[in-house]
């Protein structure tokens, strides 16, 4: 079965500092996609960045990055400079190729305080 | 930046009824889809939809459930018969190319009571 575990349930961080969120999952794919989701309070979900499993290169946007380890399983999250708007509800998801939907992890519920 | 727009934003209706939660997808779009996700929990793949038919459906989406593409310009998810556990939040979704994700709109929390 094909599983992601988003193994940290909440998480805080003061404003303008680096937070971690953590992602494992589990394929015997070779060939997917990787995501995050920010889900803030208006509950609608939004796409923070993605990574294709073929590329080394950690995907970076803004202060997104991810340290993606394919050998590992593992797609983590950094926030830098963390703002009061990135608190949110945080979804790891993946999405092999030969199938259509995406599979979530529970999510990862980020405050960041002031 | 292209939206995927839904409607209504938020539906109360009686256990037993039946709903329709409407979706416009991003116009040039051709893969749409309806995600649920019941309060404090994860998000769940219900439907994929493409050329006017179901792709993949999960075992969620039983015979009380169907979707449809009316229209060039609509997507639909009809619930035939509604369950108090069917509340929840219903977010409808679509994409182009799949490397670029889903674009996912702001979702339709249905309340059954």
């Known amino acids: 079965a094909q599983t992601v575990t988003q193994s940290q349930p909440e998480m805080s961080v003061q404003e303008a500092e680096t937070v971690t969120l953590s992602c494992t999952y589990d394929?015997?794919?070779?060939?997917?996609?990787l995501f995050w989701y920010k889900q803030p309070p208006s509950r609608q979900m939004i796409l923070v960045i993605r990574?294709?499993?073929?590329?080394?290169q950690n995907a970076t946007e803004n202060r997104f990055s991810v340290n993606f380890q394919k050998a590992a399983k593992s797609f983590s999250l950094k926030i830098s400079d963390s703002q009061l708007g990135d608190t949110a509800m945080y979804f790891c998801?993946?999405?092999?190729?030969?199938?259509?939907?995406?599979?979530f992890g529970t999510g990862t519920r980020l405050q960041v305080f002031p | 930046e292209p939206e995927v727009t839904q409607t209504p934003s938020h539906q109360v209706t009686q256990m037993g009824q039946e709903v329709i939660l409407r979706c416009v997808p991003i116009?040039?779009?051709?893969?749409f889809y309806w995600y649920r996700q019941i309060l404090g929990q994860k998000v769940e793949f219900l439907v994929s939809?493409?050329?006017?038919?179901?792709?993949?459906k999960s075992e969620i989406f039983d015979d009380q459930f169907s979707v449809e593409r009316p229209d060039g310009s609509n997507f639909t998810l009809k619930i035939r018969s509604t369950k108090l556990e069917d509340s929840a939040m219903y977010f409808c979704?679509?994409?182009?190319?799949?490397?670029?994700?889903?674009?996912f709109g702001s979702g339709t929390r249905l309340t059954v009571v």
């Open positions: 979704a679509s994409r182009g190319d799949r490397s670029y994700g889903y674009t």
């Open positions: 394929t015997s794919e070779n060939n997917y996609y």
């Open positions: 990574q294709e499993a073929y590329k080394q």
């Open positions: 998801a993946f999405m092999t190729y030969n199938t259509d939907k995406l599979i």
């Open positions: 116009s040039n779009h051709l893969y």
């Open positions: 939809f493409y050329n006017n038919e179901i792709s993949e």
